[in-house]
């Protein structure tokens, strides 16, 4: 008998810990820290040794990791993104292609870029849909944010053929899947430009802060600009390779970086175990009926702390859902807040109402833009869709062989029962 029916859980001890990149905090953080602090050095461009700042280090080994020529540190995903459109000459009457399902800091980004986000579909990969991103470029249509969510890695391949072949630029945000690959290469090199995130939420975390990789020398240079609207009088080498022009104060601190740096030399650990703590688990329930697994472009480089996969409709994913809470572990819904309000489109509010921070001169309005994009909350009806029948469970690396079984056992018990 299922648990919410009076039957015995299959859990009762508590589930896994909220946060993947703070659990893995040990001397190797505290060390960092401090030694920035016996340096007291914790601005980046103060005084000799640039390029041995803790940034400048953290930079290099992203540019290792994603096989890139250049990287730039900043102080968030949100700040990455910017720098990496405005790197990339994208502004006022452009458009850029981004998916229905993720954070709202990527449609943020393009609007703050002065730019106009065009929101498509996504498919069972709840990653973007490769051929509603076609369908949806116009004349004004100047580049493309494929999201690598929940670890997930797009489908890079139709994505980047099409973005060539339409001569768009393509800005990867991978947020929310550092660490992962696509075909064996690390996720963030495949674009024009490459955006990661180091919030707390993340696998890698420095507090806040992002990076920006790419190969191009002057989306570098442009985007070092405008991520320190000072950084010519720094002395950095970027700053003299593009004309200088007003920009923000993105700087990333020491501290920040120090952290990064810490928490990055474990990634490919932390990693490895997510890939093996899934693969149990999908291998336990593959087989069952009734439900589907969410479609991997590449398991091998998926980031692996999430798993997902769907009922036939929305009510029967509502009442699978509860039951399997109900057997001891929690999941997420878009019916329980589980797929966050914040990363489906019908929740970006000052968007979908075209609204800037004045009534004046907003990105659709100003005389730049000569495109007509319209916005509606049943625009994606496939996206909706998709998430309304959607259950996703998180996964840490902590998990034990009995975690496992108990995540297989009570999906299991609550398919047998209702799917």
Same mark, same amino acid.
């Given at each position: 008998m299922l648990a919410k029916h009076g039957g015995t859980p299959v859990r009762t001890k508590p589930w896994i810990p909220p946060f993947i990149s703070t659990e893995e905090f040990d001397g190797t953080e505290k060390e960092a820290l401090l030694n920035v602090l016996n340096k007291k050095r914790v601005f980046r461009f103060y005084g000799q040794g640039l390029g041995e700042s803790e940034a400048a280090r953290l930079e290099q080994l992203y540019r290792e990791r994603t096989g890139t020529r250049y990287a730039l540190a900043v102080n968030s995903g949100t700040s990455a993104l910017v720098s990496a459109l405005v790197g990339a000459g994208i502004g006022p009457g452009d458009e850029v292609i981004v998916p229905g399902y993720t954070y709202i800091a990527t449609?943020? +980004?393009v609007l703050i870029a002065r730019a106009v986000p065009v929101i498509v579909e996504i498919d069972d990969t709840l990653t973007m849909d490769p051929k509603a991103f076609e369908a949806a470029i116009t004349p004004y249509t100047k580049a493309v944010i494929p999201v690598h969510m929940r670890g997930t890695p797009c489908q890079l391949?139709?994505?980047l053929e099409i973005a060539k072949r339409r001569g768009l630029l393509v800005i990867?945000?991978?947020?929310?899947?550092?660490?992962? +690959?696509?075909?064996?290469? +690390?996720?963030g090199g495949w674009g024009d430009a490459g955006c990661f995130s180091f919030q707390q939420y993340k696998v890698v975390t420095s507090g806040e802060g992002g990076m920006v990789v790419t190969n191009n020398p002057r989306i570098h240079a442009r985007a070092s600009v405008y991520h320190d609207c000072a950084i010519s009088f720094w002395g950095v080498a970027p700053a003299d390779r593009v004309d200088s022009f007003p920009g923000e104060n993105y700087r990333m601190s020491e501290l920040q970086a120090a952290l990064g740096l810490a928490q990055s030399g474990r990634l490919d650990a932390v990693v490895g175990r997510l890939r093996e703590v899934k693969r149990t688990i999908v291998g336990g329930i593959r087989?069952?009926?009734?439900?589907?697994?969410q479609r991997v472009p590449d398991s091998d480089g998926d980031v692996s702390y999430s798993l997902v996969f769907y009922l036939p409709d929305s009510r029967r994913a509502a009442a699978f859902a509860d039951c399997l809470r109900a057997e001891g572990i929690p999941n997420g819904t878009i019916h329980n807040n589980g797929f966050a309000d914040r990363h489906i489109y019908v929740n970006w509010d000052y968007v979908l109402e075209k609204r800037g921070a004045t009534p004046h001169d907003t990105p659709w309005s100003c005389a730049s833009y000569k495109g007509n994009v319209q916005y509606s909350r049943d625009m994606c009806p496939r996206t909706l869709d998709l998430l309304?029948?959607?259950?996703?469970l998180s996964l840490h690396q902590s998990m034990t062989g009995e975690d496992c079984r108990d995540a297989i056992d009570a999906i299991r018990k609550v398919a047998k029962h209702l799917a």
């Open positions: 449609a943020a +980004a391949e139709e994505i990867e945000d991978v947020a929310q899947a550092n660490g992962g +690959a696509y075909r064996g290469r +690390a996720l087989s069952l009926e009734g439900i589907t697994l309304g029948r959607a259950v996703s």
